[in-house]
């Protein structure tokens, strides 16, 4: 059974981190990109950092700088360190798994994890 078990969401002040992980069960996490999804109320989901297998990353204009993935094959595990928070940043966020660069369409999602950035 494949899943995908997102944690360390939470509530944060403006100018805090958060880091948040994702660990993977059931699928051969090496085969995979894997991405960081982020949805606010009343808005749609939206990409906001990707790893490739090879290990190259690429993030959302909105994020660079500030956000940073990474992942380790040997855990299965994705990563989203979120520094420099704002509350703009507040929304759930998805890791997901892709194949054959389907970005808008991944092979299997987590369940998500709440981040609320707030004083």
């Known amino acids: 059974q494949v899943q995908l078990v997102e944690s360390g969401g939470g509530l944060v002040q403006p100018g805090g981190s958060l880091r948040l992980s994702c660990a993977t069960f059931g699928i051969i996490f090496s085969n995979y990109d894997m991405g960081w999804y982020r949805q606010a109320p009343g808005k749609e989901r939206e990409l906001v950092a990707r790893i490739f297998r090879i290990g190259s990353t690429d993030y959302a204009d909105s994020v660079k700088g500030r956000f940073t993935i990474s992942r380790d094959n040997a855990k299965n595990t994705v990563y989203l360190q979120m520094n420099s928070l704002k509350p703009e940043d507040t929304a759930v966020y998805y890791c997901?798994?892709?194949?054959?660069?389907?970005?808008?369409?991944?092979?299997?999602w987590g369940q998500g994890t709440q981040v609320t950035v707030s004083s």
């Open positions: 997901a798994a892709v194949r054959l660069g389907a970005w808008n369409r991944p092979y299997y």
